[in-house]
């Protein structure tokens, strides 16, 4: 081991008011070609800030000449693009991390790399030290921007590296993308999040707020508009806090939404929103303009007023409730879905009935459920509970039946419309039909020629499912 920067989680909370500098992606000079001849494979975890991120490593990958396999056994680097938000998502990785050491016993020169999340947790790295010693490199979410010259460094040295900044550094532009899809684009408009929820990971692992400058926003979003690209979704953590953090702030997050949008993008999302930001002024904005898409992602987390506090969630069962009535009074075609919490520290039996009954009171059309994990230092991972797996798991199982109907319900209320959809390729499970997303956002399989693909159609529902429409192309 000859390069080893660690990082700390108290370090990782502070908030420096500093400003965010703008740097341009940029190598070494002697840096060429790294990966001619060579292979690599990368394993993606989490949300997609993650897949946001590989799409970034791939890129700069793909510019070193290396190229992309899905073959374990005939690569040269695998990274692992980890995940830090639940202890399952963390297990899964050091499996994999396990699996590794026997493949890395047959070729000697693979190199392993971990990256995302993960590393930045002190614990993390200091079990990877000890017992997964066949990692070569580990970096976190704040220096992806170095990554080449790291690799570089382990190629050329054959020696081991791991740095990891707990403080965010500065905003990297200009950074080479692999996109995954053809016709649907991932957009970063601001990393890091200054919400400290009680049981998140995240404002630790990503970082402080920090908003990238809209010129390079515009930018972007442009030069894949000229290459085609039909829907952008626009990424963040809390996107409606997007800009607080320039210094003369007079540009929110809906003024961003009108600019993109006269850019003429067809399709419009983003992700993801804090009730508590959500502006009358970006209601607004997403009914009037036809590009920014009826479906809004709205975490709630819990319906328990108490819970929320300790949450520090900063709004309340009823100014969430009140929110979704503006959001539906506005648009009554919108499609809202949320993610929600169980198990939470001290949750009882009554609180749960509070998030039941916030659901039904809601109409989501899908949600994402969790168990409560405990997350090493964070404020809730010291709360006291008496909570055992078992009443976790079957709150979960409750909720998730009543979350199953609003699915059902969000997909009904299409039966016999004809609806636009944007048409992504062939199907998974059925290679006579193509599978594409309606404006709602709802998966769809439909009958339609090939040529369609990438394109917007029009499309008449014939069947609405639990999980999705089947339709035919007019
Ligand atoms: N335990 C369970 N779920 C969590 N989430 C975030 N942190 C935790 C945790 N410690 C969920 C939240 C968030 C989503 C991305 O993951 O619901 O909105
Ligand atoms: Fe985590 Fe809360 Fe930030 Fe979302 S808003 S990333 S749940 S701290």
Not at 40 to 50: S, Y
Not at 158 to 163: Q, R, T, Y
Not at 187 to 210: A, H, L, Q, S
Not at 223 to 229: A, F, I, K, N, S
Request: a negative charge.
């Amino acid at each position: 081991m000859e390069r080893m920067n660690k990082p700390d989680l108290r370090t990782a909370r502070k908030r420096s008011k500093s400003e965010v500098l703008v740097n341009e992606y940029q190598l070494s000079k002697d840096i060429k070609d790294l990966g001619l001849g060579k292979k690599f494979l990368i394993q993606t975890h989490g949300c997609q800030a993650n897949e946001a991120d590989t799409e970034i490593i791939k890129g700069m990958l793909l510019e070193q000449k290396f190229t992309e396999t899905d073959v374990l056994e005939e690569t040269d680097l695998v990274l692992i693009n980890t995940c830090a938000i639940r202890e399952g998502a963390e297990n899964k990785v050091f499996g994999e991390l396990g699996r590794l050491k026997s493949f890395k016993r047959v070729n000697p020169n693979l190199i392993i790399a971990v990256a995302g999340c993960m590393p930045q947790e002190e614990a993390t790295v200091e079990r990877i030290l000890k017992t997964y010693k066949h990692v070569d490199i580990v970096f976190g979410t704040h220096n992806i921007s170095k990554f080449i010259e790291y690799l570089n460094y382990v190629m050329k040295e054959n020696k081991s590296l791991i740095e990891v900044f707990s403080e965010e550094g500065h905003i990297t532009e200009h950074l080479p993308h692999a996109r995954d899809n053809r016709f649907k684009a991932w957009v970063n408009i601001m990393y890091g999040c200054d919400e400290f929820c009680t049981y998140c990971i995240v404002p630790y692992t990503r970082g402080k707020e920090r908003s990238r400058r809209k010129e390079y926003i515009i930018e972007e979003v442009k030069d894949l508009l000229e290459r085609g690209y039909k829907e952008i979704t626009l990424l963040g953590q809390n996107v409606n806090s997007y800009g607080l953090d320039f210094e003369n702030y007079n540009y929110s997050f809906a003024n961003l939404l009108e600019d993109l949008s006269d850019l003429g993008v067809p399709r419009i999302r983003f992700q993801t929103s804090h009730p508590k930001d959500f502006s009358d002024e970006l209601i607004d904005v997403i009914a009037i303009r036809d590009s920014v898409m009826p479906h809004i992602h709205l975490p709630v987390q819990s319906g328990s007023n108490k819970v929320l506090k300790k949450m520090n969630r900063k709004y309340t069962k009823e100014q969430y409730l009140d929110l979704v009535d503006r959001i539906y009074k506005a648009m009554p075609n919108v499609s809202i879905t949320t993610d929600i919490i169980v198990g939470f520290p001290t949750e009882t039996e009554e609180d749960f009935q509070d998030t039941l009954d916030l659901v039904r009171k809601s109409n989501f059309e899908g949600a994402f459920t969790f168990v409560y994990s405990k997350r090493k230092g964070t404020p809730a991972a010291t709360y006291e509970t008496d909570i055992t797996e078992e009443i976790a798991k079957d709150r979960l199982h409750r909720l998730n039946e009543l979350v199953n109907e609003g699915y059902k319900r969000g997909n009904l209320r299409f039966q016999d419309h004809t609806v636009k959809v944007l048409v992504e390729g062939i199907s998974k499970n059925n290679p006579e039909v193509l599978s594409g997303r309606t404006e709602n956002n709802k998966l769809i399989n439909l009958k339609a020629s090939k040529e369609t693909i990438g394109q917007i159609v029009e499309v008449r529902i014939i069947e609405a499912k639990t999980w999705s429409l089947e339709g035919e192309a007019l």
